[in-house]
């Protein structure tokens, strides 16, 4: 049932996405994907007042709510990143409708070595199981990567990408060295590193400018530049 509510906000029906999402939060408060559910109803909330032009206010309290009510979980830290990088400038926010003509926006990527970084993967929406990514990606972690306890999360970053992240890595040239291992992996990432998803990793300043940005286009080109090249 999340799956189809999920395709609906893909096709921007929030309010029905928002209708629905609170009759489960409130007739189902156990449910194993409650929080899921919260941050699609936080989402809906801000398509809503994106397409309409209405409050902010009431998506940074639908968000706040997923941090509050969802403790420790992939969905709070969502969240709280999105609050985060929505206290600057936001554009098209929550999935509101982009106009033909949209002044390019100039990007800065900051380098920073020694800042904590995440490896990420864009999956485009409607292609691949995320879910499935995420366990075979969890299970590559546990026979190559044991000792650095890492987490695998994935999210929306924007109407037509899920990010999947796997962190945290101290710095980095430890996420470049896991790129590597990743990247190389043909035996149990041979679908996935042949699926042509953009890869990367990234600070986690570099991070938050992305998803107040959305240049997922600009960040990989820039990442293959200082990232890549300057290590060869």
């Not at 003509?101 to 070595?113: D, F, I, L, N, R």
């Not at 924007?158 to 999947?164: E, G, S, T």
């Amino acid at each position: 049932m999340y799956e189809e509510l999920l395709q609906r906000y893909y096709a921007k029906a929030y309010q029905e996405v928002l209708l629905f999402a609170d009759e489960v939060i409130n007739a189902q408060p156990n449910n194993n994907f409650v929080c899921k559910y919260r941050l699609l109803r936080a989402q809906s909330i801000g398509g809503l007042s994106g397409r309409t032009g209405g409050d902010r206010r009431a998506y940074f309290e639908a968000l706040q709510l997923v941090v509050g009510e969802c403790p420790d979980t992939e969905e709070a830290t969502f969240a709280q990143d999105l609050l985060t990088a929505l206290n600057g400038p936001v554009r098209n926010m929550g999935g509101a409708e982009e106009t033909e003509e949209v002044e390019e926006e100039v990007v800065v990527w900051e380098s920073k070595p020694y800042l904590t970084h995440y490896f990420g993967m864009l999956v485009p929406v409607g292609r691949g199981n995320v879910e499935e990514l995420r366990a075979t990606i969890a299970d590559f972690n546990s026979e190559y990567f044991a000792s650095n306890e890492l987490r695998v999360t994935a999210n929306l970053i924007n109407r037509n990408f899920q990010i999947v992240l796997v962190k945290d890595f101290k710095r980095q040239d430890y996420s470049l060295d896991y790129y590597e291992v990743f990247t190389t992996n043909t035996n149990q990432l041979g679908t996935i590193n042949t699926s042509g998803y953009a890869v990367f990793t990234i600070s986690t300043e570099n991070y938050i400018e992305l998803f107040k940005n959305k240049e997922t286009d600009s960040y990989q080109r820039w990442f293959e530049k200082v990232y890549l090249e300057g290590r060869e």
